[in-house]
């Protein structure tokens, strides 16, 4: 593929710095640029992605789909020659199921009851 074809992605986290710049092909999808960021996280980050489910990037105010390329996520005024692309990081930890076995507090059926007071 040309270089003139690839396109310059940086990734910015959630404390304002960059992993990157990478070049990526526009047939690249976005899994695998999530895979790219969870291999490249930096190790002295107190939030870390455990794996690319963790992760949503943002591109021109959109969240995109892992199924995607990069090309066709690319935004409009993102055709600037040599520019590079900044993407948003948001890392969002997969939810795990509470065991079914034990209640919370907050599950318990509630009473709700009223009283007036006539003086």
Same mark, same amino acid.
């Given at each position: 593929m040309p270089e003139e074809d690839l396109l310059e992605l940086k990734f910015r986290l959630y404390d304002g710095s960059d992993i990157g710049p990478f070049r990526y092909s526009p047939a690249s999808t976005v /899994?695998?640029?999530?895979?790219? @960021?969870? $291999?490249?996280?930096?190790?002295?980050?107190?939030?870390?992605?455990?794996? /690319?489910?963790?992760?949503?990037? @943002?591109? $021109?105010?959109?969240?995109?789909e892992n199924n995607k390329t990069v090309g066709q996520c690319k935004a409009p005024f993102d055709d600037l020659p040599k520019a590079v692309i900044t993407m948003h990081v948001v890392v969002q930890p997969s939810v795990t199921k509470a065991k079914t076995g034990e209640k919370k507090v907050d599950e318990m059926p509630r009473k709700n009851f009223c009283s007036c007071s006539i003086l």
């Amino acid at each position: 593929m040309p270089e003139e074809d690839l396109l310059e992605l940086k990734f910015r986290l959630y404390d304002g710095s960059d992993i990157g710049p990478f070049r990526y092909s526009p047939a690249s999808t976005v /899994a695998m640029l999530k895979e790219r @960021i969870v $291999a490249e996280w930096p190790k002295d980050k107190k939030i870390a992605p455990k794996g /690319a489910n963790d992760i949503k990037l @943002i591109n $021109a105010g959109n969240i995109l789909e892992n199924n995607k390329t990069v090309g066709q996520c690319k935004a409009p005024f993102d055709d600037l020659p040599k520019a590079v692309i900044t993407m948003h990081v948001v890392v969002q930890p997969s939810v795990t199921k509470a065991k079914t076995g034990e209640k919370k507090v907050d599950e318990m059926p509630r009473k709700n009851f009223c009283s007036c007071s006539i003086l």
